[in-house]
């Protein structure tokens, strides 16, 4: 659960919101950071976290000059059943007292096709930092929305291992996925 746990937090320092270089700002309105793990070998986990922030720098004409910085809080992790959160949140696994937020900053960013890029960054979680690669798909166009502002969008996936970040707990996988749905929106009036 730890493990789920981080790559959530992961997963929420690439949407944070904040004011991009390039225009585009994070809409975390429509963004999400979630994680999924397995309990009791075969019981799958799903859950995710309401509240990060951070900055997101799209460079659509130079994805190398982009760049991600989130901050999640882990204090807001959910998986649908409050009893498994208070556990979540306690010494076992985020001990949220001590270590309130997980941080994700990116330090490369590589397109590696059409619609794929690999963001390699550090992952601080449980006051132990490790570098992470994160796969992303995207970023596509979204169209505009109801104000007439451009939307890009794309989702980035990881696999972590919660042990690593020194969460423990006895019943669960040590492997977290993290997937962050990724939107932004234009933020410079440019449309």
């Known amino acids: ?13 690439l949407l944070l919101p904040a004011a991009v270089h390039a225009g585009w700002i994070l809409d975390s309105q429509k963004s999400a950071v979630r994680f999924k793990t397995v309990i009791y070998l075969v019981n ?3 859950g995710g976290f309401d ?19 989130i901050t999640i809080d882990a204090a807001s992790i959910h998986s649908g059943i409050g009893l498994r959160d208070n556990d979540l ?7 949220v007292s001590k270590y309130p937020t997980a941080v994700f900053k990116s330090k490369r960013i590589e397109a590696l096709s059409e619609g794929k890029l690999k963001v390699t960054g550090d992952l601080t979680l449980h006051g132990v930092t490790h570098e992470v690669v994160l796969a992303v798909t ?19 996936t990881t696999t972590i291992s919660r042990k690593m970040f020194g969460m423990g707990g006895l ?16 933020g410079d009036g440019s449309g």
């Open 51 to 69: 509240k990060f922030s951070g900055n997101i720098v799209y460079d659509d004409r130079d994805i190398t000059k982009s760049s991600a910085e």
């Open 138 to 156: 995207g970023p596509a166009a979204l169209g505009k929305d109801a104000d007439g502002k451009d939307h890009v969008g794309g989702k980035a």
């Open 89 to 95: 949140r306690g010494g076992r696994f985020f001990e």
């Open 1 to 13: 659960m730890k493990r789920f746990a981080s790559v959530a937090a992961l997963a929420l320092l």
């Open 171 to 186: 019943i669960g996988n040590d492997e977290v996925e993290i997937s962050v749905d990724i939107n932004l929106v234009r």
């Open 44 to 46: 799958p986990v799903n």
